[in-house]
């Protein structure tokens, strides 16, 4: 498949400019650009879809540019959102770049000799650019009737307490202007973004005929949705970002395990790069028995892979199997602290262990597992206590210092998902 066939069967094509002529144009090799405001130090999981794109034309020997918008980034686009950004200063947004730099080196490949990705700022050819010279040499190209008849602006103009300020109303001439420097001097022909970046980027495609006389291009990828209708990429607990600082290996890998069964197909086709026969597999298999959740753990495994490397996701695993009640034994340190923080938990003082130790029933209580003494004797005797994932059906047991798991913590569950995390200190 070329890769706009390949796109499209993968469901990634929201709007294209010229079809047929861009079809005729990748049969060589192009350079092409995404972009992206580093308004965090951190992509997260809804960036991924435009770079696995870029880094989907690069596999097919294309030259993608991933351009981090020191400049736009201080202004703020305005698509998608229904209130003003905060303005972010230069120091943080330098911090930003550098910090993501780290994440896309992940995603594309810096190293290749045959068609390297390249990352570039643009604040490089904006910054020593006078308004008096933005406006007489870029804002004439423009006209105000067209730039508020664009969605992105319409709908905040439309929206009469929140509004649109002139700053981010000129974010389309940047952005614009981003793709008529690229093709001067980088010849990038095609610019690639979400579907919210529509308008934009046609605007600079008309800058760069009328600027440059060349013929560029656009395709959109869909702004994905979850099937129940709630945004990609969000939980109660905020964004899935890419930096474990931020969203730990742990929690990375089970926000693609628990991908909705209606979606989990769609996902292997946005967010991985197995072949249509594997994925038509994996589809298959769902179908006959969705049980296993076969399909699920390839799309969570190939995903923390990417980010996080084989090993975290072998942690996030194993972590993942000791909270369905999987053994502890060799298990490493590591991979338990993943889950530490995960599920709820209790201090209590290290000497309270000691000799022959506290009462099972007490720390049960004190664990808030079991509301009194007496209760926390019939579960135990019911066989619905377990002590580091081994059943404990003996309400006389004490726990003492030897079971502490590396040395200070134990794991008790009630029933099947009750767990706490007793941290002796």
Not at 142 to 165: C, H, L, P, T, W
Not at 269 to 291: D, M, R, S, V
């Amino acid at each position: 498949m070329s890769i706009l066939e390949e796109l499209q069967w993968r469901g990634l094509v929201a709007d294209c400019t010229d079809t047929a002529e861009l079809t005729k144009k990748i049969s060589a090799p192009i350079t092409l650009y995404c972009g992206f405001d580093p308004t965090a130090d951190s992509l997260h999981v809804g960036n991924l879809v435009p770079l696995l794109a870029l880094r989907r034309f690069q596999l097919l020997g294309h030259h993608p540019i991933a351009v981090a918008g020191g400049a736009t980034g201080s202004i703020g686009d305005p698509s998608g959102k229904t209130a003003e950004r905060q303005l972010l200063t230069k120091e943080l947004l330098d911090h930003n770049i550098a910090s993501v730099k780290v994440q896309l080196a992940k995603l594309l490949d810096f190293e290749t000799q045959q068609n390297p990705a390249r990352l570039l700022d643009n604040a490089a050819w904006t910054t020593g650019i006078s308004f008096l010279e933005f406006l007489r040499d870029i804002g004439k190209h423009f006209s105000v009737n067209q730039m508020v008849a664009k969605e992105s602006v319409r709908a905040r103009m439309e929206d009469r307490e929140v509004g649109i300020s002139y700053t981010e109303f000129s974010y389309m001439l940047l952005q614009a202007f981003d793709f008529m420097v690229l093709c001067r001097e980088q010849h990038c022909e095609l610019q690639i973004g979400g579907s919210d970046q529509w308008g934009n980027i046609t605007a600079g495609i008309e800058l760069t005929r009328k600027k440059l006389g060349r013929h560029v291009f656009g395709l959109t990828l869909p702004l994905i949705t979850n099937t129940d209708g709630s945004k990609f990429g969000k939980t109660a607990a905020g964004a899935i970002w890419l930096d474990p600082k931020r969203t730990s290996v742990y929690k990375f890998y089970q926000f693609w395990i628990n991908t909705d069964d209606r979606d989990v197909i769609r996902y292997l086709k946005f967010f991985t790069f197995l072949a249509p026969e594997e994925i038509a597999a994996l589809e298959k298999q769902h179908a006959e028995n969705p049980g296993p959740r076969i399909a699920h753990k390839a799309l969570a495994k190939f995903a923390t892979d990417l980010i996080h490397g084989a090993q975290a996701t072998t942690e996030a695993v194993r972590a993942s199997e000791i909270l369905f009640g999987g053994e502890l034994k060799d298990v490493a340190e590591s991979t338990f602290n993943e889950i530490v923080g995960e599920v709820p938990t209790k201090e209590m003082a290290r000497a309270t262990l000691d000799g022959a130790g506290l009462p099972l029933v007490e720390l049960l209580v004190h664990a808030g597992l079991c509301p009194s003494k007496g209760q926390a004797r019939k579960d135990i005797e019911g066989g619905g206590v377990n002590i580091n994932n081994v059943r404990e059906a003996s309400a006389a047991r004490a726990v003492a210092a030897s079971d502490l798991l590396f040395g200070k913590h134990i794991l008790l569950r009630k029933g099947k998902k009750n767990y706490v995390v007793i941290t002796a200190k």
